[in-house]
């Protein structure tokens, strides 16, 4: 079993800089596909960006966020630059098998209570 835990949002303007922080419990999770997904109001969930042995993005962050992770502190990071208003929505972070497919969140089985991200004009 993994449980997560974000952190890290908050209100930014655009061009600006934000760092989230997932902090994972579990034995697995070293092997586990970490990820972040966001979800803004009336929209549905959206990935943004995994890691498990290779990293994966969203084309509309590719080149301002960086996911990374730090297994020895069983914690996931996602580095947000040159923030646009439309980054605005609440993130969530979720842990998978080593072998799922990357942007799709019913492969993820641990997910987080998410954490808002706003980005003003």
């Known amino acids: 079993q993994v449980q997560v835990v974000e952190s890290g949002g908050g209100l930014v303007q655009a061009g600006g800089s934000l760092r989230l922080v997932c902090a994972a419990s579990?034995?697995?999770?070293?092997?586990?596909?970490m990820a972040w997904f966001r979800q803004a109001p009336g929209k549905e969930r959206e990935f943004v960006a995994a890691?498990?042995?290779?990293?994966s993005y969203t084309d509309s962050v590719k080149g301002r966020f960086t996911i990374s992770r730090d297994n020895a502190k069983s914690t996931v990071y996602l580095h947000m630059n040159s923030l646009k208003p439309e980054d605005t929505a609440v993130y969530y972070c979720a842990a998978g098998e080593p072998g799922l497919r990357f942007g799709r969140p019913e492969e993820y089985t641990y997910w987080g209570q998410g954490t808002q991200v706003t980005v003003s004009s």
């Open positions: 890691i498990n042995w290779s990293t």
């Open positions: 579990g034995r697995t999770f070293s092997t586990s596909t």
